[in-house]
């Protein structure tokens, strides 16, 4: 079982899944093998974080005008850490699970600013992936689930019944692993923690089956890395923790169904975020060299050279932090480590033309293990977390 100071590999891809599913709410085609566009359609956190083909795209074209501040909205019914935050079609976000074992599931209204309880998982679980199918519904998958270990079970979320129903179980157990939609329609699954079975395995969830298959399984075994969606349909697998701390990253091909390495990261890194900016290069920031204090470096990952690079540092060191796209196409960065028994509110922007991270308006309070999520209105919802002194969060607050 994950200690939560350990936590979240959704951290990752929370970015990702709200770009997604901000993709599939504004139209914006999904990105396939031969489409050349790093346009994309997840939940997001999201599977993998998606791209825009111009600055505005992420927003339906339109760039709203951006403060750079944090503003209290609504809280969560409970507190939570290690739960997931999906961008619904009809603009909702639905917030599921988290510590400990919770079965519970909420959504928040941005018309309103609040949150409302909707139907229960069939099973609690946290450290758990949700991605938004192209049908609308939500896959929730894996995560631990108190009492049982790590979870084999799925299931589906359909925001139209606001009811969750078993599908299909996965290969194995998991936890500390990814999701990421691909351009097909069928979720990458991608990683486990503990358990028993081969933790360079990799599965693949058919939507029109309700099934999960077996595929290719990674060149190492890894958790706690991240995983994304490049503009040519592949997936980029990055860090992690495996026999050892790892710089080492792999692509996944879709059409073959294989993992092949590709360059390895300038330093070690688990508990990072990963972002597909507009340019189809990959942001990497932050993260936990090993056991040593985390870190403010950044770097670029080139998919046409299939080479990482350095990039400017952010202004304070990162884990298990956010980062998430806007509708400019410049990523907030939200969240720090720990230092000296403080828990830093800073958030950062990147600037990908100019390379550089510059300091924006600092959150409402310290927090890390928290959901970031994209809203249509340009917003970012930051919900629940860890707060000083391990403090788990109900409260949320709105970027703008």
């Known amino acids: 079982m994950t200690q939560h100071k350990f936590s979240l590999l959704a951290v990752s891809l929370i970015g990702a899944f709200a770009c997604q599913a901000n993709y599939a709410l504004v139209g914006i085609e999904d990105p396939s093998p031969d489409s050349g566009t790093g346009s994309v359609s997840e939940s997001v956190t999201a599977g993998g974080a998606a791209g825009a083909t111009g600055s505005g795209a992420l927003c339906g074209g339109k760039i709203p005008t951006r403060q750079g501040i944090f503003v209290p909205t609504g809280s969560m019914t409970v507190a939570r850490i290690g739960h997931t935050a999906t961008l619904l079609p009809n603009g909702q976000v639905l917030i599921a699970g988290g510590m400990d074992s919770l079965a519970s599931a909420e959504l928040y209204d941005p018309t309103t600013g609040t949150f409302t309880a909707t139907g229960s998982m069939n099973a609690g679980r946290y450290w758990h992936m949700a991605t938004l199918l192209p049908n609308g519904q939500v896959l929730i998958a894996g995560g631990y689930e108190y009492g049982a270990g790590d979870a084999a079970s799925a299931e589906l ?186 828990l830093p509110a800073s958030a950062d922007l990147y600037d990908a033309q100019a390379g550089r991270f510059t300091a924006t308006g600092s959150m409402t309070v310290g927090r890390n293990e928290h959901t970031a999520t994209l809203l249509s209105n340009g917003q970012v919802l930051i919900a629940g977390g860890v707060g000083v002194d391990g403090q788990f969060l109900a409260s949320a607050e709105l970027y703008q």
């Open 157 to 342: 979320y359909d925001p139209s019944a606001g009811t969750f129903t078993a599908t299909g179980s996965m290969t194995m157990g998991r936890e500390g692993h990814a999701a990421t939609l691909l351009s097909n329609g069928k979720v990458l699954i991608v990683g486990y923690e503990y358990g028993a079975g081969d933790a360079a395995s990799a599965e693949l969830y058919d939507p029109s089956a309700g099934t999960f298959t077996a595929t290719g399984s990674m060149t190492t075994k890894r958790y706690h890395h991240t995983e994304t969606l490049l503009s040519d349909g592949q997936v980029l697998i990055t860090g992690g923790i495996g026999n050892d701390y790892l710089a080492s990253a792999e692509l996944y091909d879709p059409s073959a169904g294989r993992f092949t390495a590709t360059g390895s990261m300038t330093t070690t890194r688990f508990f990072h975020t990963a972002t597909l900016l507009s340019d189809g290069r990959a942001l990497i920031t932050g993260g936990d060299p090993s056991l040593s204090p985390a870190l403010a470096s950044a770097e670029l990952y080139d998919p046409t050279a299939g080479t990482f690079t350095a990039t400017g540092s952010m202004t304070s060191p990162r884990s298990s932090h956010t980062a998430t796209m806007l509708c400019d196409g410049k990523v907030l960065v939200a969240g720090a480590a720990e230092l000296t028994g403080e």
